[in-house]
């Protein structure tokens, strides 16, 4: 399985931006995909997820401003991130566990794309 992240950039607060991700390997449609980020000193975090039907999580920081969406004809994972905010300063990385129809351990990631949003 292999993942492909981009989209990253230098935005300033209250900008938007879309990271893509992109998989090969196997069926896309079956597996949950997962957007983590990890800012510098700081342990990684799941930003949002989504499963096989398309039901989302988001982390509490990133409700309201931030979307994840999958395009299952593309094998494409998207996450639209709005009003972004100097603390949404990380690397991003998409990930998405060995198993089908599950949640479990991530166990297949992106090489993360970078986002640095200047106050």
């Known amino acids: 399985v292999q993942l492909q992240a981009s989209g990253g950039g230098l935005v300033q607060a209250g900008d938007s931006l879309r990271l893509s991700c992109t998989a090969s390997?196997?069926?896309?449609?079956?597996?949950?995909m997962g957007w983590f980020r990890q800012a510098p000193g700081k342990e990684r975090e799941l930003v949002a997820r989504i499963n096989w039907s398309a039901a989302t999580y988001y982390a509490e920081s990133v409700k309201g401003r931030f979307t994840i969406s999958r395009d299952n004809a593309k094998n494409t994972v998207y996450l639209q991130m709005n009003s972004l905010k100097p603390e949404d300063t990380a690397v991003y990385y998409c990930?998405?566990?060995?198993?089908?129809?599950?949640?479990?351990?991530?166990?297949?990631w992106g090489q993360g794309t970078l986002v640095t949003v200047s106050s």
């Open positions: 990930a998405t566990p060995s198993t089908e129809y599950a949640y479990g351990r991530y166990n297949y």
């Open positions: 390997g196997r069926t896309f449609r079956n597996y949950v």
